[in-house]
Each structure stands twice: as structure tokens, then as C-alpha cells.
């Protein structure tokens, strides 16, 4: 079995200050990790992916995340926030169970403020 | 060229009546899903199907049926809308073979029943 808790539905930060939206994962295998971009009345866009190689990947838009196993915990960050960056994020986890069409579990989500 | 597409994006419709959403990619994937995003945003996987498999989340209501005419179009049709089945309706695509594949997500439609 999979799960992810993103820890903070709302996230405020000044436009130019460092972005930190938090996840932790909880998976019986080796997890793929993932995390989505959903502006308002869009579809979700991939920003980047852990796949058991380097613990820290980065992404579009400058984020960047990085997979601690000791803490089951997979945050994302981003040094300097934009206007643009304004949107819903979610954390995903995809591990080796299940049937052969792999599924996703989502993260209820996090959304991301940007104040001038 | 867009990678996935839905038809319509905005679906009003009363309650008894039966709908269908069209998915289609253009990316050769041969893996589909159906995801509804209630209105606390919260994205839950309804079918994931490739040309071997239809695995159906446990959960969704039988008045909910998958339909794919070929390997690019996932169709999700719905008998009997209910109030509840007001949500955002995603489809998505992936390849299949390995297990940490991104899913393309299509725009979403959104489906309000009165």
C-alpha cells in the first residue's frame, strides 16, 4: 500500500523568497515520487521525478526536490518564488505493487500564494 | 499539437441523465486513466486500462464505464448522474513496460449536475 501527506494545504510566500512545500510518503517498495503543477482550470503538468537515481532532482521552473528515505519525505523547493509559480501543487507516489498499468497516489494537494 | 485532449471541457446536464467525456493522445501511450478531482481538489484514479488490463478503482460506482474504441481514446461514460458526480474529470496517459512513467494529464472537464 502507498500513501502521501502533503502537510500544508495553503502556502503564502513574498514574490523573490525561498519556496518550501513539504511531502511524506509512506510505500512497501521502492517509490517513484513525483510532483504535478496545476494552474487554475488547467491540466497537471509534470515539474519533476524521482526515480531511484539522484536523491536530489530538479525540475522545470527551477524547483527542486529531494528524496530523504530516512525521513520518508520528499519536499519541494524553490530559492526564489515568482508570480507565475502561483498554483496547486501535488505530491504523488508510484511504487512497484499493483497491476501492471501503474497507478498514482495523490497528495490532497498544496496551494501556493505568491504575494507582490 | 496538444498530447491529450478532452471533449467538452464544460458539461452541465440534469440528474438522471447519461453522458459521455472523450479522451484521446497523440503520443503513442498505451496506457489511459480516468481521475475526478472533487472540489477540495483532491485528484482519486477511477480506471487505468491498456490493451491487456482494465483495472477499476474499487470505489467508483458501476454507473461509470470505461470505453476505449482503440489504443488513443479512453471514453468515460456515466448512467444515472447523480449530484455527486459533479467534479473535474481528468484523463491521462503513460507508457507502459516500466514503472515510474509521468502521466500526460489531459485540460480536465468539468462536469456540473443539477
Known amino acids: 500500500a502507498q500513501s502521501v501527506t502533503q502537510l500544508d494545504s495553503h502556502v503564502s510566500v513574498s514574490e523573490g523568497t525561498p519556496v518550501l512545500l513539504r511531502c511524506n510518503y509512506s510505500?512497501?517498495?521502492?517509490?517513484?515520487l513525483f510532483w504535478y503543477v496545476q494552474h487554475p482550470n488547467k491540466g497537471l503538468q509534470l515539474l519533476l521525478k524521482?526515480?531511484?537515481?539522484?536523491?536530489l532532482v530538479k525540475g522545470i521552473n527551477g524547483f527542486e526536490a529531494e528524496f530523504k528515505k530516512s525521513e520518508t519525505s520528499f519536499h519541494l523547493t524553490k530559492p526564489s518564488a515568482h508570480m507565475s509559480d502561483a498554483a496547486e501543487y501535488f505530491c504523488v507516489v508510484s511504487d512497484r505493487g499493483g497491476g501492471s498499468a501503474r497507478q498514482l497516489t495523490f497528495g490532497s494537494g498544496t496551494q501556493l500564494t505568491v504575494l507582490p | 499539437d496538444t498530447a491529450v485532449s478532452q471533449t467538452p471541457k464544460y458539461l452541465v446536464t440534469q440528474m438522471g441523465n447519461d453522458k459521455s467525456i472523450k479522451c484521446e493522445q497523440n503520443l503513442g501511450h498505451d496506457t489511459m486513466y480516468w481521475y475526478k478531482q472533487d472540489s477540495k481538489k483532491f485528484l482519486k484514479i477511477m480506471f487505468s486500462?491498456?490493451?491487456?488490463?482494465?483495472?477499476i478503482n474499487e470505489t467508483v460506482p458501476n454507473r461509470f464505464s470505461p470505453k476505449s474504441p482503440d489504443k488513443a481514446h479512453l471514453n468515460l461514460h456515466i448512467n444515472s448522474l447523480e449530484l455527486g458526480d459533479s467534479a473535474v474529470y481528468f484523463c491521462?496517459?503513460?507508457?507502459?513496460?516500466?514503472?515510474?512513467?509521468?502521466?500526460?494529464f489531459g485540460p480536465g472537464t468539468r462536469l456540473t449536475v443539477l
Open positions: 510505500s512497501s517498495y521502492s517509490p517513484s
Open positions: 486500462y491498456n490493451n491487456k488490463e482494465l483495472i
Open positions: 524521482y526515480t531511484s537515481a539522484a536523491t
Open positions: 491521462a496517459s503513460s507508457q507502459s513496460g516500466t514503472w515510474n512513467n509521468e502521466q500526460f
